[in-house]
């Protein structure tokens, strides 16, 4: 009963987001709405029951991109309640229940991964938006995983900071148990999990908590893609094995 009730709230808060986004964001100045999506992002993680604990300090001010691993199809709105920033997303998150609505009315730009071309028009889009003063957040693994350790690192991404001369910030996600601090899987999204099958097993484990953990920001220094990648994903594992339970 009790995951029923998370499930109505959530619901009903999504729906607020959709309208708030077709009526009240043409109104809105760029600084309110990102106000608004943080606001928002908030009460959604209250909605569904699980906590947020932040370790150091999400980039307020842009240029900047933002590198996190991927675990649920929470992520986008866990990132949100720390700080606002541009997402870019697969494509086909598009075609999502509720959550793809939601990327597109929040201003995500969206990549078709199998595409190199489409890659390279991303690339140059999330250019363009660094340069002029944006932040940006990407997941380089390209996928989800159980968040137990980290996929490869897609490269390519990494361009539009060199190009921009933007700062990339090191970022890691985690799902714990509140109580003991073990990670919790119920969130996860991955393998032959459905959307609404990871949505209500999330729902009927208590006491979640979202640990995102943030680098310091660094800027290429001479790398390339390929070399400054590395670098960030070791850092992004590093910033994962840390403790971070101990801000619980």
Known sequence: ???????????????????????????????????????????????????????????????????????????????????????????????????????????????ERTSRRDAMRVVQHMTERLRAGDVLAVFPEGTTSDGQSLLPFHANLFQAAISAEAPVQPVSLQFVDSTSGKPSFAPCYIDDDTLMASFWRTLCTPGISVVISYGLPQLARGRDRREWSRDVRAEIDALRLKNSFSSL
């Open 1 to 111: 009963m009790h995951a029923c009730i998370k499930a109505l709230r959530a619901f009903l808060h999504i729906a607020v987001g959709f309208v708030t986004i077709a009526l009240l964001f043409p109104r809105l100045s760029q600084a309110q709405r990102e106000m608004r999506i943080q606001v928002w992002s908030r009460q959604l993680l209250t909605c569904l029951g699980i906590g947020l604990v932040v370790n150091g300090e999400p980039a307020r001010n842009g240029p900047a991109l933002l590198m996190a691993n991927h675990i649920s199809w929470l992520d986008i709105s866990a990132l949100h309640s720390a700080g606002f920033c541009r997402f870019v997303s697969k494509a086909d998150i598009m075609q999502w229940p509720f959550i793809g609505k939601l990327a597109i009315g929040v201003g995500s730009l969206f990549i």
